[in-house]
């Protein structure tokens, strides 16, 4: 459940950060929409991942459904150039 939280928060984060950067603002419910699908892909993708490692006999096949579920992520984030990475608690003081 916190995971779900997570994602929900850093979608919404991303969705106004890149709502303020010009252009028309989206409406509330394109927004929404847009937040529930992300969250609806990540969660697939987690459920892909944990069926994954529950059906591993080996180390390295718990390594292989890492390295793809890492790939899959690394896929959606490339898919969403709005999100601004590293606006989080490691952001320095001085900006």
Do not use: W, Y
């Amino acid at each position: 459940m916190k995971i779900i939280l997570v994602f929900l928060s850093i979608s919404v984060l991303s969705l106004t950060a890149s709502a303020g950067e010009g252009g028309k603002k989206p409406s509330l419910d394109e927004r929404k929409a847009k937040v529930s699908s992300h969250i609806d892909r990540r969660i697939s993708s987690l459920n892909d991942f944990k069926s994954c490692v529950n059906k591993a006999s080996e180390g390295e096949q718990i390594k292989a459904c890492r390295e793809k579920h890492q790939a899959e992520m690394k896929k959606m984030r490339a898919e969403n150039p709005g999100r601004k990475r590293g606006k989080g608690r490691h952001r320095s003081k001085n900006n």
